[in-house]
């Protein structure tokens, strides 16, 4: 079946301006995660959405930076007045049903930012 | 503060030898422990978890990985390696006590196997 699709899958944008990355999960996950993969560095979390409730927007490293998901659907990461610090792949993922049980996470392609 | 180490950027070795990418954890509680691997210009794929039970778990591709609790370590290995195993390998952990799968990922270990 299909996996998790992400797009752009590359963005170039000038700092200042915004973004809107965009998550497309599995069919029928309803978790689904957004992190952040700076060069040479491991993934960082963002955002976490499960079904219905609210979202857990702890690792959003400011108020630049948001996210919507409408039920258990497509998800956008949107990056206000981007800084050249923004500039990393973003990953999303989605998982089945996640209540802390260990569920492995799917990945998609990743949106490579690049802000000038 | 909680934390994954992959102290090792790279790790090279010859095709049909083991090989080990290393790991250690340092988080409260009982924690889960994946495996993921970043094939280039593809996304991240599951590997394997430790969730409980057996500490020796097997996963994908022939790979299977240690969990020691006294030496909060999750390495991974595979006994024969294969040229088309080199990418670029992360170890995360999910912190006891959470309501959800965030991770926390090391910064990941360059696997190259050489023919």
């Known amino acids: 079946g299909a996996g998790v699709s992400q797009s752009p899958s590359n963005k170039v944008t000038e700092k200042g301006k915004d973004v809107e990355l965009r998550c497309d999960p599995i069919s029928g996950h309803t978790a689904l995660y957004w992190y952040r993969q700076r060069l040479g560095q491991g993934l960082e979390f963002l955002i976490y959405?499960?079904?219905?409730?609210?979202?857990?927007k702890s690792g959003l490293p400011s108020d630049r930076f948001s996210a919507e998901r409408t039920g258990e659907s497509v998800s956008t990461l949107t990056i206000q007045r981007t800084q050249q610090e923004d500039s990393a792949v973003y990953l999303c993922a989605s998982s089945r049903y996640s209540s802390g049980t260990g569920r492995e996470q799917y990945f998609g392609p990743g949106t490579r930012l690049t802000v000038t | 503060a909680q934390s994954v180490a992959q102290p090792e950027d790279q790790v090279n070795v010859a095709e049909g030898n083991p090989l080990t990418v290393k790991c250690t954890y340092s988080v409260s509680g009982n924690p889960y422990l994946f495996w993921y691997v970043q094939y280039p210009n593809r996304g991240l794929q599951f590997l394997l978890k430790?969730?409980?039970?057996?500490?020796l778990v097997k996963g994908s591709y022939g790979f299977e990985a240690e969990f020691n609790k006294s030496q909060t370590s999750f390495h991974l290995k595979k006994p024969s390696a294969l040229v088309s195993d080199s990418a670029l390998y992360f170890c995360a952990v999910r912190p006891w006590g959470n309501n959800t799968d965030k991770l926390i990922f090391g910064t990941g270990t360059r696997l190259q196997v050489f023919p």
């Open positions: 430790y969730i409980t039970g057996d500490n």
């Open positions: 959405f499960q079904g219905n409730s609210a979202p857990d």
